[in-house]
């Protein structure tokens, strides 16, 4: 079945780095679209950034644009979100996501997210 874990996150101060990554499983992750969101509590999970099948075609919104970079690895399945210059606003639970087409029928599926906290 559909598996994406998440890991990185983690405790940061402000400006600081961090690197998530999201390994996946049981689809064909090279034909893929990919995508980080972020949640915090009370609010709708954001779209971060996109990331077509062969590593082009990126998209960021608007609030990291600029110090985050969403990039891949085809050969370990896996995606990255490379977070720069961090800052409190940038707290939240980040979850990799993947729309899939399941016999006819397209699905979200999401993994169980990792915590970021910026914070001094």
């Known amino acids: 079945q559909v598996q994406l874990v998440e890991s990185g996150g983690g405790l940061v101060q402000p400006g600081g780095s961090l690197r998530l990554s999201c390994a996946a499983s049981?689809?064909?992750?090279?034909?893929?679209?990919m995508r980080w969101y972020r949640q915090t509590p009370g609010k709708e999970r954001e779209l971060v950034a996109t990331?077509?099948?062969?590593?082009?075609?990126?998209n960021y919104a608007d609030s990291v644009k600029g110090r985050f970079t969403i990039s891949r690895d085809n050969a370990k399945n896996t995606v990255y979100l490379q977070m720069n210059s961090l800052k409190p606003e940038d707290t939240a639970v980040y979850y990799c996501?993947?729309?899939?087409?399941?016999?006819?029928?397209?699905?979200?599926?999401w993994g169980q997210g990792t915590q970021v906290t910026v914070s001094s």
């Open positions: 996501n993947v729309f899939l087409s399941v016999r006819g029928d397209w699905y979200n599926y």
């Open positions: 049981g689809f064909t992750f090279s034909s893929s679209g």
């Open positions: 990331i077509g099948s062969t590593g082009g075609n990126t």
